[in-house]
């Protein structure tokens, strides 16, 4: 490798560094070979140098010193003309864990965040987080850095800067406002992981800056619950239920911010999504932000999910064992998509077992449990085991099928499987807790299996059952004592524990026949190798056996002992584990994890919707404002503008011949909308004087630019708007032949471009920018705004662009030339492009007298379509067709 990397041909270093970059994506160590490759950092081949990048973005942290030999390199680097060579060298800059060169990286950040090419900017994004993680103090800077790069109308930079923004400055939230419905229109369009860090980040944003839309149900249901619990006090009820009421009244109706809206609709579509993580991104949004009548949408989209890999299956299912707890009803229809298949693995089959028995309700119990009888086949013990769980928890929660579980369950005491059995006495245990009266056969049935269950906590479980209620076995418990008395000291620790209970209840109970086997039980204890049970034994012995010394507490001793427990409550075990945010690390393993930001909680009031409204720059020139100034005042004064009353050439009768005249000719169509859009605008004007006032504002622009159809020889907008004309255009009136439709100019600010950054043009900087406006040699072509500005010492000369590798079928027509501009000095020229209905980059060549440049025009899709004018009504009936 290192006499290929040393060699002096392109060829040979290419496919060294093919084949280490390969030996790196297979695992193997190279950085033997750093001081080699890091020679070529400076090599004039592109694909050689960017290979040399991809290594020295893996070793640069591990070799830092040699990799600091060549920081100059990576400088000259972050000039150069081709993008991914300024990425690649700002990539590697920032992976130098030095703290001597953050200077040196806070400049390269700030100067590719200003960089022309959209990939060389989310690099910049990227570079952030390292930076920061460096060298904290630097936040501030970052943090302008930040602001600058979320402006950033590019969707390739969106996700990436939202991430340095959740890396850097999560609580500076006030970022976020006036970019937030930029960031909600563009999520569509943004990559997948961009999408799924942008859509928690909204998430928390909304929870901070709306109202929750479940407000008033969430109110209610706790009105419910106090009830359902407070039924001993009927006027404490009626006092809780008058003062929610009053509450509810005084609140105001909920009316959804459009901008909460705006997000919910502009998310919905990325449920389709095949990536996993962004729809369970959109998932959590809507369970966390939706009404409630609106989050049935994301059921269909997370089973869809089930049918992937286990691991995406598994990240699923935990989240939808959540949202079934609160949100039941929307995973319904879907309860066969949980039935579990003999092919799962045994977290899966334990996650849809949650999820089924979540599901579980009067009208498909049935179902659930035929299934359930089924699973309890399985050969997959742990599973077996959950799925008895299951059945307890349906009983408890559906009392209908109580019994027909507790009975169910009774049948497999008599399973060969030991863990089988001891499953199902635990969970008997519990049922029988709510009913111990009714099922006193079950009790004996299980006294008889102490003999042959082995297994400690079933052992342990009987024990309980048959002290606890001894008073409906007074036959068979004493007889279960001097059975474990026997061998007490070969018991586990659990079961010696429930032991010494059982001899006590027993004792209290009835003593006659107990009285020496108690004793005989404490004195074993009293030496076991325990502590626990010798402590047991003792407190035990002085609470219940009478002495002089005895203290006042064993006149309660049956009080203690004996006293009603309360029946167990089965919950699920994804009960509360909402208040993490779903889909995050920390609701997977429910704690948590590092660098988790918790969920907000809903404000009480709503924040000022205002600061997310954003001023958006007019396009109309300066002098057009003028103008339209001074007719809105000569508007106050004198009479509608278009009146039938104005004389017999008042504007309405030109407008009329303007649209007679255009529609005759076949290149005049947008001027005759126009000049019809103008003749209805008259319409409505003079129909009522209240509307008047609304009209003038809507088409205030149109107003000021129209005018008659202009003669084939009308010079070019970019011509007369830079030539002497312009000083005298604020005097013109519509009857002017200078002013056509050919010059409107759609309302929102045209977008600039750099076609050539100052740096790299030595002085020279173009911008080019869509006019949308008709480009007039030829209709069927794109108009594109060119402007030259001089920034160097010197004067430009024979500045001119020409064709260069275009795609097949685009034209260029027109190419623009200067021949002299000053330093200092700017210039405007139009020129042509039929990109061919492509978005591919048109490119050229930019010439000077000494040099010559490789730029592209990159066509944005809206830049293609033909500008189109009319009312607010014509685009409503056209919108309803």
């Known amino acids: 490798f290192i006499e290929m990397l040393d060699s002096n041909k392109d060829s040979l270093k290419l496919e060294a560094m093919k084949r280490i970059v390969a030996m790196i994506a297979r695992g193997k160590n190279t950085s033997d070979l750093f001081p080699a490759v890091v020679k070529n950092v400076a090599c004039k081949n592109i694909e050689v140098k960017k290979l040399v990048y991809v290594y020295l973005v893996r070793y640069a942290e591990e070799q830092q010193d040699l990799a600091l030999l060549s920081i100059s390199t990576f400088q000259r680097g972050l000039k150069d003309p081709n993008q991914l060579i300024r990425a690649s060298a700002l990539r590697v800059l920032s992976s130098i864990r030095v703290t001597i060169i953050v200077p ?34 630097q936040k501030d800077q970052l943090i302008e850095v930040i602001e600058k790069l979320l402006a950033d109308k590019t969707t390739l930079v969106a996700g990436s800067v939202v991430m340095a923004f959740e890396e850097v400055c999560p609580e500076r939230i006030d970022l976020i406002h006036k970019n937030y419905r930029k960031l909600c229109n563009l999520l569509v369009d943004v990559e997948e992981w961009g999408q799924v860090v942008i ?43 008058d003062k929610k009421d009053e509450a509810l009244s005084k609140r105001k109706p909920y009316v959804m911010d459009p901008d909460h809206r705006l997000l919910l609709r502009n998310t919905k579509p990325l449920l389709q999504s095949r990536n996993a993580a962004v729809v369970m991104a959109v998932a959590q949004l809507y369970f966390h932000l939706a009404p409630k009548a609106e989050v049935g949408v994301i059921a269909k989209a997370l089973v869809r999910l089930l ?66 009888q089924t699973y309890i086949k399985s050969m997959d013990k742990d599973f077996v085991a959950a799925t008895i769980q299951a059945i307890g928890r349906c009983a408890t929660h559906i009392g209908e099928v109580r019994d027909t579980c507790l009975n169910g369950l009774v049948q497999l005491l008599s399973n060969r499987d030991e863990l089988v059995v001891a499953e199902s006495v635990v969970v008997i245990k519990k049922l029988l807790q709510m009913q111990p009266e009714k099922h006193s056969d079950i009790i004996k049935h299980m ?72 004793q005989y039980v404490l004195n074993l204890a009293k030496y076991d190798q325990n502590y626990d049970i010798r402590d047991r034994a003792r407190f035990i012995r002085q609470l219940i056996v009478p002495t002089d010394k005895c203290g006042a507490l064993s006149k309660y001793a049956k009080k203690l002992i004996l006293a009603l427990k309360p029946a167990p409550i089965l919950e699920s075990p994804f009960k509360d584990r909402d208040h993490f945010q779903l889909g995050s690390l920390s609701h997977l393993l429910n704690t948590k994890a590092g660098g988790y930001q918790e969920l907000p909680d809903w404000p009480q009031d709503a924040p000022d919707p205002s600061v997310r409204n954003v001023e958006v720059k007019e396009s109309v020139p300066e002098w057009t404002k003028c103008s339209s100034r ?97 000083t005298d255009l604020e005097g013109l009136s519509l009857t002017d032949t200078v002013l056509s439709p050919a010059t409107i100019s759609p309302s929102g600010s045209l977008k600039s471009y750099e076609l050539l950054h100052r740096i790299t043009g030595e002085g020279l900087w173009v911008e080019y920018c869509f006019s949308r406006q008709p ?55 139009v020129m042509g492009v039929d990109f061919c209905d492509s978005t591919q980059a048109a490119n050229l060549q930019l010439c000077t007298h000494s040099r010559k440049f490789f730029v592209s025009i990159q066509p944005p ?21």
């Open 104 to 137: 040196i990286m806070m400049l390269a950040i700030k100067e590719a965040a200003s960089d022309m090419s959209p990939y060389v900017r989310k690099t910049a994004a990227h570079a952030i987080p390292k930076l920061y993680s460096l060298d904290p103090e």
């Open 307 to 372: 049918r992937s890999h286990s691991e995406v299956q598994y990240v699923v299912l935990q989240n939808v064992a959540t949202m079934t707890i609160k949100r039941r009803g929307m995973f319904e229809p879907y309860l066969k998509s949980f039935y579990i298949r003999s092919t799962d693995p045994t977290q899966i089959k334990v996650l849809k077992l949650e999820v089924l028995t979540n599901l579980a309700s009067e009208t498909n119990i049935s179902t659930i449990l035929r299934e359930f």
């Open 861 to 881: 899709v809206g830049e293609l379509m033909t500008p189109s004018f009319m009312t607010e009504n014509e685009f409503k009936k056209e919108q309803g067709k």
């Open 775 to 829: 480009f007039l040699p030829d209709p069927h072509m794109v108009a594109v705004q060119i402007q030259f500005t001089n920034s160097a010492a010197t004067e430009a000369k024979s500045l001119r662009l020409e064709e260069a590798k275009l795609q097949s079928g685009m034209r260029v027509k027109e190419f623009p030339e200067i021949e002299v501009l000053p330093a200092g000095e700017s210039a405007t020229v």
């Open 199 to 241: 859509i928690n980040m909204l998430t928390r944003y909304a929870r901070t800056q709306f109202l929750n839309p479940n407000l008033n149900e969430c109110l209610l249901e706790e009105g419910g619950e106090s009830t359902f619990y407070g039924s001993d006090a009927d006027q404490d009820e009626d006092e809780d239920e």
């Open 630 to 726: 001074e007719k809105r005042k000569e508007k106050k004064v004198e009479k509608p503008f278009y009146s039938d009353s104005e004389g017999e050439s008042g504007p309405t009768e030109s407008a009329d011949s303007e649209s007679d005249s255009a529609s005759s000719s076949a290149s005049g169509s947008e001027q005759s909308g126009s000049g019809s859009e103008e003749s209805e605008e008259s319409e409505e004007r003079s129909d009522s004087d209240e509307e008047e006032e609304e009209e003038e504002e809507e088409y205030m622009s149109l107003d000021v630019l129209m005018g008659p159809t202009p003669s084939p020889q009308v010079t070019p907008v970019g011509n007369f708007l830079s030539s002497s004309l312009v």
């Open 447 to 518: 006294a008889k299996l102490t003999d042959n269950i082995q297994v400690p906590m079933a052992r342990a479980s009987i024990l309980w059952l048959i002290g606890e209620y001894c008073e409906h076995v007074p036959k068979i418990a004493p007889d279960v004592l001097r059975k474990m008395a026997k061998t007490f000291t070969n018991e586990e620790d659990i079961v010696k524990l429930q032991i010494i209970n059982l001899a006590a209840k027993l004792y209290l109970t009835n003593s006659k026949q107990t009285k020496l086997l108690t």
